[in-house]
Nanobody, 126 residues
Framework: QVQLVESGGGLVQAGGSLRLSCASS????????MGWFRQAPGKEREFVAA????????YYADSAKGRFTISRDNTKNTVNLQMNSLRPDDTAVYYC???????????????????WGQGTQVTVSS
């Protein structure tokens, strides 16, 4: 099982930036893809971005394309989400997640992931 701890959330004005980080432990980090999801109040958890085990392949939700960048450092067992041009509708709790299988290129669906962090709140004011 993987343990995940997110950090970096907070309150920012529209148009601003935040960088989320997720530290992983408990399994060989460089073997599995990672994802970021978010959940706004009263809404389902939704896909934001994913990155392959090697970092060479990335996927984004349409809402994140051009504004968010996912990256990973396999020497530090961390995955990051750089969020720019933030909008009020980006307000949500953001979760990092670890793919249940090794060596997958990335996955957009919740069912691919079996380990989740506790979440970090991102609030964007207008």
């Amino acid at each position: 099982q993987v343990q995940l701890v997110e950090s970096g959330g907070g309150l920012v004005q529209a148009g601003g930036s935040l960088r989320l980080s997720c530290a992983s432990s408990g399994r060989t980090f460089s073997r599995y893809a990672m994802g970021w999801f978010r959940q706004a109040p009263g809404k389902e958890r939704e896909f934001v971005a994913a990155i392959s085990w090697s970092g060479g392949t990335t996927y984004y939700a349409d809402s994140a394309k051009g504004r968010f960048t996912i990256s990973r450092d396999n020497t530090k067992n961390t995955v990051n989400l750089q969020m720019n041009s933030l909008r009020p509708d980006d307000t949500a709790v953001y979760y990092c997640a670890a793919d249940r299988r090794d060596y997958r290129w990335g996955c957009r669906t919740l069912a691919c992931y079996d380990s989740w962090g506790q979440g970090t709140q991102v609030t964007v004011s207008s």
